[in-house]
């Protein structure tokens, strides 16, 4: 055995002994023997600690085939030299078969992430995804009601993103924004609002990408297929605390697939009963615990928010509702220009540098000539006349706007999952451009009244 593999070993044995919270007199006993015919050397248990149990499983999972089902007998009777098989013990073990197994292990991950102030309870089950694939969410959704009956019977609350977001849908909106004013009250109406807004479109991907992915740092999840996400337990690893989950991709039959894992996992527990809350929301109710807790407060967090972009020409600003800041230092010139490297940016830029090659000027003027009448009319639409409109030409008085705006967006970028995606960029080639997506980007018609996406903006106005 490897040194490596010895380490992973360690880790493992530590994290089942440490899963219930109880450190046994015959658990200790049982590690003393794993000790003498591995053994571990002292620098190696140290070693252990520092690192994950998902980095473990992940050496462990290269190791002959011999060697990872020992392990697995081992992990078993760890779990049960106090002749009791807590269920957190043998959700671990579950995990640890499926991560090893060379069939399951290409379907099932386990991944350790440092514990957020976000907690995601042990006992929930979500369905996630990277990506809509409506095949799979088309069975789930048929199958909802067996789903959660199922998982409920093992003692798992099942989740699913769209069901939530169905019931906030169908509450008063009224009673949503004064319990929002309530857990919130630090937030602006508009804050209120968008967060609400956000909630109530809410799908899948989204959570999975905004939630997991940019609030809890869960990244690697970000381009996951279709699976079955769930905490398995917490490691100390060196001063950090990291939270083990377990993922399932979902392939074949979903429900053939549940009644294997929920057969198996309950076959292994030392006692038949299961303490489900039977605590659900009503008509006129919000749960304020568990996930539902998690779920509300990840969206009042105003921190790692992938936020919109509301541009308000009549007010002269730029609003981030998402975490409800205002970049109010910028002036009608800045904000003009910010819109307008916005609307040239699906276009692949502009680049103010001059041509070296004479042959290029005239074209180059008359490129400038376009850029510069597309920002007077946008510097008009905010209330300036677009014949004084700033000439972007000059670097002298270019590039002092794009440092106010860049100074405006450093000071929110703590609450920005990425706020280089915000600010103006130059490639390879000298091009500014703005990399946020267009669906990020509303505009607020000066007749109308309505925010109009980006791109249908740009159609209109151009």
């Known amino acids: 055995m490897r040194k490596e593999e010895r380490i992973a070993h360690i880790r493992v044995f530590t ?3 440490m899963a219930d919270t109880v450190i046994d007199a015959r658990e200790i006993e049982c590690l003393d023997e794993l000790r003498a015919a591995y053994k571990f050397t002292q620098q190696e248990e140290i070693q252990a600690q520092g690192i994950t149990l998902a980095e473990a499983i992940d050496t462990l999972r290269h190791s002959d085939w011999e060697m990872r089902q020992e392990l697995i007998r081992h992990c ?55 990506r809509h694939a409506e095949s799979i969410d088309g069975v789930v959704e048929r199958n909802y009601r ?10 798992f609350e099942f989740v699913y993103i769209p069901r939530i977001v169905s019931h906030y849908r169908e509450s008063d909106p009224e009673l949503i924004d004064k319990i929002v004013r309530f857990v ?37 999840l970000r381009n996951t297929p279709p699976a079955l996400f769930m905490k398995i337990g917490n490691s100390f690893v060196g001063e950090t605390v990291y939270s083990n989950y377990l993922k399932m991709d979902v392939e074949g039959d979903l429900m053939r ?53 509301f541009i308000n020409p009549y007010k002269e600003e730029i609003f981030l509702p998402d975490i409800d800041a205002t970049l109010s230092s910028l002036h009608r010139r800045e904000t003009a220009l910010y819109l307008t490297l916005l609307a040239l940016s699906g276009r692949g830029g502009v680049n103010f540098s001059a041509p070296s090659n004479a042959r290029e000027i005239e074209t180059y003027r008359q490129h400038m000539g376009q850029v510069q009448a597309l920002y007077g009319r946008i510097y008009g639409m905010f209330g300036g006349e677009e014949a004084k409109a700033p000439d972007l030409t000059q670097a002298d008085i270019r590039r002092p ?57 740009i159609e ?3």
Not at 417 to 438: E, Q
């Open 76 to 130: 078993r009777e760890l779990s049960m030299s106090d002749k009791f098989c807590a269920r957190i013990e043998a959700l671990l073990i579950m995990s640890i078969t499926k991560g090893l197994d060379d069939v399951w292990g290409e379907v099932s991950h386990i991944y350790s992430f440092p514990k957020s102030i976000l907690n995601i309870p042990a006992s929930c089950l979500i369905y996630i995804e990277g």
């Open 184 to 220: 919130a009250p630090q937030l602006s109406p508009e804050g209120r609002s968008a967060s609400i807004d956000k909630l109530l479109r809410m799908t899948t991907p989204e959570f999975t990408k905004d939630i997991l992915c940019n609030k809890l740092g869960m990244d690697a």
């Open 460 to 462: 209109k106005f151009s």
């Open 15 to 17: 994290d089942m002994i």
């Open 401 to 457: 706007m794009l440092s106010l705006i860049k100074r405006q967006l450093l000071k929110v970028a703590d609450s920005l999952h990425n706020v280089g995606d915000y600010m103006v960029n130059k490639d390879a080639d000298g091009s500014l451009f703005i990399h946020l997506d267009d669906d990020l980007v509303s505009i607020r018609d000066p007749h109308t009244g309505d925010m109009v996406a980006l791109s249908e903006w």
């Open 146 to 155: 067996a789903l959660f009956s199922e998982f409920r019977l093992a003692g």
């Open 257 to 309: 697939g549940v009644h294997g894992f929920l057969d198996e996992f309950t076959s292994m527990l030392s006692s038949d009963i299961a303490i489900v809350s039977n605590v659900k929301e009503q008509r006129h109710q919000f749960l304020y615990t568990g996930f539902y807790k998690m779920l509300l407060d990840a969206h009042l967090l105003r921190k790692h928010v992938r936020s919109r972009v």
